[in-house]
């Protein structure tokens, strides 16, 4: 009788098949199909809003999204750094992939925090 985990033959079982099992980095992209997600860009972007389509290099189709774009400047009499967001909401939106650096699903109630 094969041990728990393995086949007849003594090797590893294939996992289960199932819809929210995770193989693949781009497995846990195709789990937030139709869901909220966060998506962190370069340049100080950030985008949260509903996965349309995807592809392998993260190009991306987001449906209401909302952009916020943080800039740093520096007081020229105080010499302090002043931090300003700006947002907005853009109905459908593209997204490429090259600028990418984070995807993550979007937590409920209010979204992530730094």
């Known amino acids: 009788m094969a041990a728990s985990g393995e086949d007849m033959e003594g090797a590893p079982a294939a996992p289960p098949q199932t819809a929210g099992y995770v193989e693949a980095p781009l ?4 789990l937030s199909l139709d869901e909220r997600i966060y998506v962190k860009m370069r340049h100080e972007r950030e985008l ?4 349309h389509a995807y592809d392998q290099h993260l190009n991306m189709i987001l449906e209401e999204v909302e952009e916020t774009i943080t800039t740093m400047e520096i ?3 105080t010499y302090e750094e002043v931090c300003t967001q700006t947002k907005r909401t853009i109905p459908m939106l593209f997204v490429r992939g090259d600028g990418v650096i984070l ?6 109630g209010g979204g992530l925090k730094d």
């Open 27 to 30: 497995d846990l992209v195709r």
């Open 48 to 51: 949260r809003g509903r996965l």
């Open 75 to 77: 007081d020229e009499e």
């Open 103 to 108: 995807v993550s699903p979007a937590q409920r």
